[in-house]
């Protein structure tokens, strides 16, 4: 079973930028959607960004405009950009593994182990 690594996370100020990495264990990783999700404290996971084999991708209405979701399939690797970031957007990230795209936690059975992004004011 592919296996995901997330890193890339870290403390920033508000209006800063990260970039996050998901690195898979698997070549066969380049025939599946990626999905970023996040987690706030006290809150469910949420959906952020996916990217499909082919490179088409969707944004939640809530960080579109300000992250951007790309892969690099002779890495085994997606990325999350984040730029202008705000309070809002702390939580612990995480990549997801499926065949499609959904916005819904319950259709994801590979997760990596997330990482941890903390935005201050």
């Known amino acids: 079973q592919v296996q995901l690594a997330e890193s890339g996370g870290g403390s920033v100020q508000a209006g800063g930028s990260l970039r996050l990495s998901c690195a898979a264990s698997?070549?066969?990783?380049?025939?599946?959607?990626v999905a970023w999700f996040r987690q706030a404290p006290g809150k469910e996971r949420e959906f952020v960004a996916c990217?499909?084999?082919?490179?088409?991708?969707n944004h939640a209405d809530t960080v579109k405009g300000r992250f951007t979701i790309s892969r690099d399939n002779a890495k085994n690797t997606v990325y999350l950009q984040m730029n202008s970031l705000k309070p809002e957007d702390t939580a612990v990230y995480y990549c997801?593994?499926?065949?499609?795209?959904?916005?819904?936690?319950?259709?994801?059975?590979?997760w990596g182990q997330g990482t941890q992004v903390t935005v201050s004011s």
């Open positions: 997801a593994l499926r065949n499609l795209c959904s916005a819904y936690v319950e259709d994801y059975t590979v």
């Open positions: 698997e070549r066969t990783f380049s025939s599946y959607t």
């Open positions: 990217i499909r084999s082919g490179g088409t991708r």
